[in-house]
């Protein structure tokens, strides 16, 4: 059995973006695999010799998003797949939903498919609910922890309102949390095998799929309003003193 | 434009952003609740309280626990061609799953976590954050239904009118079964942090005494009728449950006021409160990033500065 591991690269958490004539900027911030996608990996590497399983990295991307997947790779996934085509760079999530499914079906014997609660950049959470509505398997969201048995596979699941354990049949869906465990760090050999893997690269022709149409889109990409950041130190006196005083300016606020 | 609302709820009881929905669709026409559920004809009649003018309410077994699949196929087997152009929804982890399961259903596509929104000749254009809140897009869905969620507090909630009439019809279920829920364990009690308009929260700074440090936060959030928050570290170190963090890999909340105590403001930290509408900081730190996006700071320590706020609050709110 395979398990897929669906990954994004996205620029990174600590970068600071600015919106130029309508494309983001992120100045020379680093791209990196979706921080939540780590926990996907890790979920998945902790989970393949349970079911004795290799582990599948695959991204809809560009060409430098192979980084992304050498990251998979290193951690300890055993291949890597790209979907890169330039028929793709207009993709909405329902779009790359169907072109997600299609590749976990070309890549065949995949038993699970595990995602990223949400990416960083577009960060809409939808894709892995579509993709288990494409390719009709059961969805198994915001998962913590697992076990996978023979026939059955059980989580625990955070939602808002608490923890929910369920179960459910092969093949599915898993979107994983940071509950899994923090992520692993690349080993030294991980990084000298990941160095030297081939990538294969499919496209939608490879896929047999046309172009998703776009139905999503974007009209526009804006900087928030700046934030009247003066901020205000409130001092001068005791502790009882200085709380009076920041009560009585939030209680001026009107917002209580 | 009619549009149809749909109620998010948990064992029939409601997610308070399922009113603001209603509010908005209010203001664009008729509105029509969506109630699935079992048992849940009570809800049925509070939507109509909230100012729907129809609600389609599927009450069956089948639907008794939260299934993106069941209510997925229940919702998209009453959606025509001619009707709704819109469907809202409440921002939660339930609704996402189901708006992405229809978006494939219906061919169509999916707004979420909406901040503001616009109707030109029936054509939404969405208002969300993107790259996690430090950006923002404008948005629009090419298909029908346009299919949108709302973010917690991003739009007024309208008052009910108690005894408020209206046409409540009753609307098949479809069943699914391919994920057994086997049982379920409550998180805290106490005012959801999605939902609060006061957010107080503690980071590291309470590792002294992180005990102590968190009843005192939550002592305040009580004054304040709030909800407790905590930054990343806190959770790490084990101070406070998962379900308190805020950030971006916890919740987004945006609250009238947030109380960050002994939380230096990092960048992941900031994109789960940068909406909110006061932010005032405690901080022994006077560099602390947290003050740059701050209204009001003060700099000293936590275990003296929250004790002190809370007595303040208690005397002026009449509390004490
Ligand atoms: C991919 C990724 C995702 C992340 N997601 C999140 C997230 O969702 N949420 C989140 O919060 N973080 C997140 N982080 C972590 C984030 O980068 C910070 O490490 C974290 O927010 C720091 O928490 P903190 O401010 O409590 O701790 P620190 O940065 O250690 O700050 C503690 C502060 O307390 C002050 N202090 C100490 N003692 C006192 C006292 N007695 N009284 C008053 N002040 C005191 C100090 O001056 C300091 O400013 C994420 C990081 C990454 C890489
Ligand atoms: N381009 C992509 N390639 C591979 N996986 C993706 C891609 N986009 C989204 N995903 C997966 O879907 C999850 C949710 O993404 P999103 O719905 O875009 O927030 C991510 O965490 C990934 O696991």
């Known amino acids: 059995m395979k398990i897929v591991v669906c990954i994004k690269q996205t620029p990174d958490s600590e970068a600071k973006l600015t919106a130029q004539d309508g494309q983001p900027s992120w100045g020379d911030a680093p791209l990196v695999i979706n921080p939540f996608d780590e926990y996907a990996v890790e979920g998945a590497l902790q989970q393949k010799e349970a079911v004795d399983a290799s582990v599948t990295a695959l991204c809809i991307g560009p060409d430098s998003a192979r980084d992304a997947l050498k990251h998979a790779l290193a951690m300890g996934a055993d291949e890597a797949i790209l979907v890169s085509d330039p028929a793709l760079d207009a993709l909405d999530s329902a779009g790359a939903a169907r072109v997600l499914a299609a590749a976990i079906q070309k890549i065949g014997d995949a038993g699970l498919a595990f995602f990223g609660r949400q990416t960083i950049d577009n960060g809409t959470g939808l894709v892995p609910a579509q993709v288990a509505r494409v390719l009709g398997w059961p969805l198994l969201s915001l998962v913590g922890q697992m076990t996978l048995a023979d026939a059955e596979i059980k989580v625990e699941r955070t939602i808002e309102e608490g923890k929910q354990t369920a179960h459910a049949s092969y093949p599915a869906v898993l979107s994983i949390m940071q509950g899994v465990g923090e992520p692993r760090y690349p080993s030294f050999m991980g990084i000298r095998k990941a160095g030297k893997a081939e990538i294969p690269v499919w496209t939608l022709a490879d896929l047999g799929l046309e172009a998703p149409a776009q139905i999503v889109r974007r009209a526009e990409l804006l900087n928030p309003p700046a934030r009247d950041t003066k901020c205000e130190i409130i001092s001068g006196g005791s502790p009882a003193e200085i709380a009076e005083a920041l009560a009585e300016k939030i209680l001026a606020e009107k917002i209580l | ?320």
């Not at chain 2, 609250?255 to 006061?278: E, F, N, T």
């Open chain 2, 1 to 320: 434009m009619n549009t149809w609302v749909y109620i998010d709820h948990f064992n029939g009881q409601p997610t308070p952003a399922s009113w603001e929905a209603l509010g908005l669709a209010k203001t664009l026409g008729p509105a029509t609740a969506l109630v699935f559920g079992q048992n849940v004809a009570a809800l049925a009649k509070t939507a109509l309280e909230y100012g729907a003018d129809t609600v389609l309410l599927a009450d069956d077994p089948a639907l008794a626990v939260f299934s993106p699949e069941a209510f997925t196929s229940t919702l998209a087997a009453l959606v025509s061609d001619s009707a709704p152009a819109l469907i809202l929804f409440p921002t939660t982890s339930r609704t996402r799953e189901l708006a992405a399961m229809l978006s494939i259903d219906l061919a169509s596509g999916v707004l979420v976590d909406v901040t503001g929104l616009e109707v030109l000749d029936g054509q939404v254009v969405a208002t969300r954050p993107v790259y996690e809140g430090k950006l923002l897009e404008k948005t629009t869905c090419a298909a029908r239904p346009q299919l949108v969620t709302l973010r917690a507090r991003a739009f007024p909630r309208p008052a009910p009118s108690a005894g408020r009439a209206g046409e409540i019809q009753t609307v098949p279920a479809q069943a699914d079964g391919s994920v057994v829920v086997e049982g379920f364990v409550s998180g805290q009690a106490g005012v959801s942090l999605s939902d609060a308009g006061v957010v107080v929260s503690g980071g590291r700074g309470v590792s002294s005494d992180p005990a102590e440090g968190f009843r005192l936060v939550a002592e305040l959030a009580s004054v304040l009728g709030g909800a407790v928050g905590a930054s990343r570290a806190a959770v790490d170190e084990g101070y406070i449950p998962y379900a308190n963090q805020v950030g971006q890999t916890g919740k987004v909340v945006s609250p009238d006021l947030y109380i960050a105590a002994g939380i230096s403001g990092a960048i992941q930290h900031m994109s789960g409160m940068r909406s909110s509408k006061v932010i005032v900081a405690i901080n022994k730190d006077p560099d602390a990033p947290i003050f740059q996006s701050a209204q009001y700071g003060v700099v000293g320590d936590l275990f003296t500065m929250i004790p002190a706020l809370s007595e303040a609050f208690k005397k002026k709110l009449g509390k004490s």
